[in-house]
């Protein structure tokens, strides 16, 4: 490698002849420079360096090599109080603070990022051996723009989020694949919406967050309002996690230790957003620009070595052209370069960790042992540091370990398919649903299959491709919430009218609004009607079920009386149990075809509900009163609000439109707001009729089918509702009504495999075993935590909140040009 | 400190001269061309967006650097079609360039870069047709081909008799290599046929002289257009296809390169044969010359990084790689006045 003296033959002749690469590496030496005065790095709190309480420091190691870059100090339960506290405390006048100077700030965080861009590059490739191609030109100035868009809706806020206030003090866990831009996805738009930060940098790869530490001081941003903790997940992670004072979390990692997040903080009112793991499908039709797809697969899945959350991993091959991309891909595979991170001509660098390292081995190891054919190319990888090599496994089925499990390394597994419609069922064959990569020359096919797939990102004949004005965020378990875009602001702020957290004093929940339910007592099976009370002997009336448009008897062959509030008895309905819900829920699929109804006619529908219940107005405001006893005008009163809700829904059926993002480029980024699928919707006592016409018109107005639970206390007024509904030309299983104990039929909603998303309003113990069952297959929910929310007024009972609960968010990015 | 670098496969032919065991007899033969398949025609993709998006990421996955540079800028010259095409041309300034085609580099920096012993000359030198017989006399005793440009250059807007009876003027002067202009309206029209019967012409006119197929892709609109006429010409039988004229307002640029040697590609595994490409127009600095060495190496392998598959139309480009030598030998930055003018 030293430079030689010309002799013959010279060097210069020698590669004159072989045309060879040679080495072109980046300094390390600034970067090391500041690691050395920096370390050992302490955490970032209150806008202080401190030392961790427990004195203890773990190195960070640079995977290239496999040897410490620098110790790092580990944050102990205490410390994590402390950045807390330093957090809280900055929080009133931080969120206090106009959003123009807030804008200031981050405008001069975001400049800072650039005039470090490559001191950062070269500290991110170090610590996590990705190539220093990427960190310069992709993560790096991603981590600026993303601070520059942010900037702007911190100086927007006030003007364009009306009625929105900040959450509080928001915990923040990132992962390590891309550390620095993970790190600005999560603080940009937190700071941007005057909410505080602890943040917790992933364990392998701390160094940039510390950079970023110094560049918050260099800026003077204001002490506390961002912190940063270093440290095991186990313990800096959980103190996070737990800590009371927390409003948000925001989680990058594994869907594994999403679920975990979703049970740990279920029922505290602590919000949260989850972006996990992924094993998107990369759909490829025969008139795609095969040599394209080609590229596209390197930007997919040789993209930071495969440990790329969207990572297209899963290649759908149409049969007729399976052969030729193989032969192409492999020829393209030889000619990747692997090696030094900091080689400027390095397409594959290493792989994060000696562990990730082995995880990936064994993965695939169970490939070739279930009999799937591995490839890989001619050459061998640097014997020194953490590498793996690019690998594509063909001979691969849907029942293959591999073609499941999220790999998180350079590792492609190929199938193939027949028809537009099997691909799409191959490429949604799977618990995620974060991305997905649609190559085809026709426009037709192409969006068509973007519609169709369930994930949050599509790309039309590209991949991987990220801006901070495109939202970014999973269907399915690879979680919630969205980051970027302005989509992504509603994770770090809430209604000024919503309280935060959980109700404390766990109270009785109200069954109305006036009338709270006599000595509380729950209704009770009954065998016979003789206690009802009738001045004339009249036809007996049963409510049923409602379940795929049919009026259904309970499985249990039990009913529940109905009690007034002076206690008695004016009705039965049938005591709903898990097989009504699992019936419910099978109709409610059958029905999803109401997703790709046009707008207006689910707006015709909708005030057709509306027409036919204002037609039986009486009779539901005599419902209302028997049920709860209140008053003929505030009964009469509900009946129209009620009417007006479905006609606000209506309104929206047909305009509650997605945007057009501006993102690089000669292209479209489409944000489509999508129906989530299937809802169970757990209703409240209060309001009976207005609380249940509020939640079912927004879930159905926006595609959803709905399975809901009534008011357990006064569920007459839904099973009338059904009447309504019958004669107001609803597709069957678009709503299915299953009466019964709320809070176990809430459960088995929670639990079920097959349902996209629950609401709940009811307990605070109820709203908590929502979010902990609904971990299971991380669905949505949106529950009370035992906070009333009043009806009758516009602000809380009706609008763009619900539409947003009712909607996930979809962006398609089409590329043009020919 | 840094990781061993990884081991390259070596089955395929990292040289291109020489006797190789590895190559087949197809592959060192002349492009004979093949009959027009249509159906190659109608099934060509090629997506802009994703086509720019590669040949942007390029030149910024790959470098070369210090030693390396300096040999591959002087395979970049072994490269160059050394080129004057204006109205003005005369003996004069032919005499020139055919001088400096002789000896592109100052002999005290091939000296210093251990590499005068190489015989270093550019690939051809370039000009119309009246010069030809100037610059053949006066590259006498090299092995430097002229290339003539013809066929009604640079709008190829003459009858098909005058054109083929240009080609046959200049091999008859002694020009080895005929850069021919496609008639461009046959692409526009979607006259594949028309287009490939011109070529078959030329070709035939051409004889035992080379045929670079001029596409003048900025004229073409589409990148579909282009690899279709890319097809067609090569189909027809052309040795080399070629960007533009350098008189169109868009000339050479990656992004056509890149659909231009993914054809090359494709027929090589249709038909067998190797066909050379020829970006030309606008490549005026020794960082570009690299990006098309790296791009021929990166989608078309090592044999495309010599003058018999490789050729890079430039006048002014050779002064700017002289000055990258000459930094390279320094240490210090270069001036143009330094270098002996073209």
């Known amino acids: 490698m030293t430079a030689t003296a010309a002799r013959p033959p010279s060097k210069v002749a020698q590669i004159f002849e072989t045309m060879e690469y040679g080495p072109a590496p980046e300094s390390a030496k600034p970067a090391l420079d500041w690691i050395a005065a920096h370390q050992p790095f302490g955490l970032f709190i209150g806008g202080e360096w401190v030392a961790p309480g427990g004195g203890t420091y773990t190195d960070s190691a640079n995977p290239a090599t496999d040897k410490s870059l620098a110790k790092i100090g580990q944050a102990t339960k205490e410390d994590v109080d402390r950045a807390v506290a330093a957090a809280r405390a900055a929080f009133p006048s931080w969120s206090a603070t106009p959003g123009h100077v807030r804008a200031r700030y981050m405008y001069a965080i975001a400049r800072h990022v ?147 997040l979703r049970r740990r903080t279920a029922g505290t009112g602590k919000k949260l957003s989850l972006e996990l793991g992924g094993k998107s499908p990369f759909v490829v039709f025969d008139d795609a620009d095969l040599d394209s797809v080609v590229e596209g697969t390197v930007d997919a899945i040789w993209f ?147 519609r169709r797939i369930k994930a949050g990102s599509v790309w039309v004949n590209c991949t991987n491709q990220f801006d901070a004005a495109s939202g970014f965020g999973g269907y399915r378990e690879s979680g919630f919430g969205r980051e970027g875009g302005k989509e992504g602001l509603y994770e770090y702020i809430r209604p000024t009218w919503e309280q935060s957290g959980a109700a404390t004093d766990e109270v009785e929940e109200k069954p109305s609004r006036v009338h709270a339910s006599q000595n509380g007592r729950a209704n009770g099976h009954t065998t016979q009607n003789s206690k009802l009370k009738t001045q004339n002997y009249q036809i007996d009336r049963t409510p049923k079920m409602f379940i795929g448009g049919k009026q259904a008897r309970p499985d249990s062959g039990y009913s529940m009386t109905v009690h007034n509030p002076k206690g008695e008895q004016i009705g039965e309905v049938g005591e709903g149990n898990r097989k009504d819900i699992r019936n419910a829920v099978e109709a409610a699929h059958a029905a999803e075809g109401w997703a790709n109804t046009y707008g207006h006619n689910k707006a015709q529908i909708l005030y057709y509900i509306a027409e036919n219940l204002a037609v039986r107005a009486d009779e539901f405001a005599r419902r209302l009163q028997q049920q709860t006893g209140v008053s003929d005008a505030d009964t009469r009163a509900e009946v129209e609000a009620s009417i007006s809700r479905l006609f606000t829904y209506a309104a929206w059926a047909d305009k509650y439109d997605g945007r057009v993002h501006s993102t690089p480029s000669r292209n479209v980024t489409l944000a489509m707001n999508e129906a989530i699928g299937v809802l169970g919707l757990a209703c409240p006592d209060d309001a009976p009729l207005l609380a249940f016409v509020s939640m079912i018109a927004p879930a159905i107005a926006m595609g959803n089918t709905v399975v809901v639970v009534p008011s357990q206390a006064h569920p007459l007024s839904a099973t009338d509702f059904y009447q309504v509904l019958e004669t107001s030309d609803l597709p069957a299983g678009v709503v299915n009504i299953v009466t019964g104990p709320r809070e176990a039929l809430a459960k088995v909603l929670a639990e079920h495999e097959d349902v996209d998303g629950v609401w709940y309003f009811g307990s605070a113990a109820g709203s908590k075993m929502v979010e902990y069952e609904s971990a299971s297959n991380m669905k949505r929910t949106w529950v009370s935590y035992g906070h009333q929310r009043d009806w009758r007024d516009a602000a809380q009972g009706e609008g763009e909140e619900f539409l947003r609960e009712a909607t996930q968010v979809k962006n398609v990015w089409v590329p043009y040009g020919e | 400190m840094a990781a061993p670098a990884i081991t390259r496969p070596t089955s395929v032919s990292q040289n291109g001269h020489g006797p190789d065991t590895q190559v087949d007899n197809h592959r060192l033969a002349r492009n004979a061309g093949m009959p027009l398949d249509l159906g190659i025609i109608e099934e060509v993709q090629a997506n802009r967006s994703a086509i720019e998006r590669r040949a942007d990421t390029l030149s910024k996955r790959r470098t070369v650097k210090k030693e390396w540079q300096a040999a591959w800028l002087l395979r970049a010259i072994t490269c160059i079609d050394l080129t004057t095409l204006a109205g003005d041309d005369t003996p004069g300034n032919v005499l020139r360039l055919c001088a400096k085609a002789r000896q592109p580099v100052r002999g005290d920096l091939l000296d210093a870069l251990g590499v005068a012993n190489l015989g270093l000359t550019v690939g051809a ?13 006066a590259l006498q005793g090299t092995n430097i081909p002229v290339a003539a440009v013809s066929t009604g250059f640079p709008a190829g807007q003459n009858p098909l008799p005058l054109k083929i009876a240009e080609i046959e003027a200049s091999v008859a002067a002694g020009a080895r290599e005929i850069d021919i202009v496609i008639s461009r309206a046959h692409v526009l029209t979607g006259d594949w046929q028309a287009l490939y019967d011109e070529v078959r012409a030329f070709r035939a006119a051409c004889g035992e002289a080379h045929m670079k197929t001029i596409l003048a892709t900025g004229e073409l609109a589409t990148m579909r257009n282009i690899a279709r006429a890319s097809f067609v010409c090569m189909m027809a039988g052309a040795d080399f296809i070629k960007t533009s004229t350098g008189k169109e307002s868009v000339n050479a640029t990656l992004p056509v390169s890149l659909v231009m040697v993914r054809a090359i590609r494709e027929y090589q595994e249709r038909s067998g044969y190797l066909v050379g490409f020829k970006p030309a127009g606008g490549i005026r600095s020794a960082k570009s010359a690299l990006d098309w060495l790296i791009l021929m190496k990166e989608e078309l392998g090592d044999d495309w990084l010599r003058p018999n598959l490789f050729r890079i139309g430039a006048s002014g480009l050779l002064t700017d790689i002289e000055r990258q030598l000459e930094y390279f030998v320094t240490g210090h930055y270069s001036a143009a006045y330094h270098q002996p003018m073209v």
């Open chain 1, 304 to 450: 930071n070595q495969g440990q790329v959350c969207c990572a297209g991993s899963r290649l759908l091959v149409q049969e007729t052209i399976a052969d030729k991309l193989t032969e192409k891909l492999k020829a393209r595979m030889e000619k990747l370069r692997i090696g030094d991170p900091l080689d400027k001509a390095m397409d594959i660098g290493a792989i994060v960790s000696p562990t990730q390292l082995q995880e990936i081995t064994r993965l695939v190891k169970i490939g070739v042992d279930e009999g799937a054919t591995v490839w890989q190319p001619s050459w061998s990888c640097p014997t020194e540091g953490s590498f793996y090599p690019p690998t594509l496994f063909t001979n691969v089925s849907p029942a293959t370990t591999i073609a499941q499990v999220e790999i998180f390394g350079p590792v492609l597994v190929s199938m193939s398919f027949r028809t537009p419609a099997e691909a799409v069922a191959l490429a949604n064959n799977t618990r995620y649903g974060l991305a997905a990569s649609v190559w085809s020359e026709n426009i037709n096919l192409a969006l068509d299959v973007a």
């Open chain 2, 125 to 137: 030198v370039c000009v119309y047709h009246n010069l030809v017989s100037t610059a053949v006399e």
């Open chain 1, 114 to 260: 650039q005039k470090h861009s490559r001191l950062l590059a070269v500290l991110e490739t170090l610590d996590n051996g990705k190539t220093i191609r990427e960190t310069r030109d992709i993560d790096i100035p991603l981590v600026a723009r993303h601070f520059y868009y942010y900037a702007g809706w911190a100086q927007l806020m006030a003007s364009e989020l009306k009625g929105y206030q900040p959450l509080g003090v928001v915990g923040q866990i990132i992962p390590w694949n891309f550390p620095m831009l993970m790190l600005a996805w999560k603080i940009a738009p937190a700071l941007a919406m005057g909410n505080t930060v602890v943040l917790k940098p992933a364990r392998y790869t701390p160094l940039t967050a510390l950079a970023f530490a110094e560049i918050c001081r260099e800026v003077g941003l204001p002490a506390g309002v961002v912190n940063i903790i270093t440290g095991e997940a186990g313990t800096a992670g959980e103190a996070l996690v737990n800590h009371p004072d927390v409003d948000k979390i925001a989680f990058t990692g594994s869907t594994d230790v999403g679920r975990h």
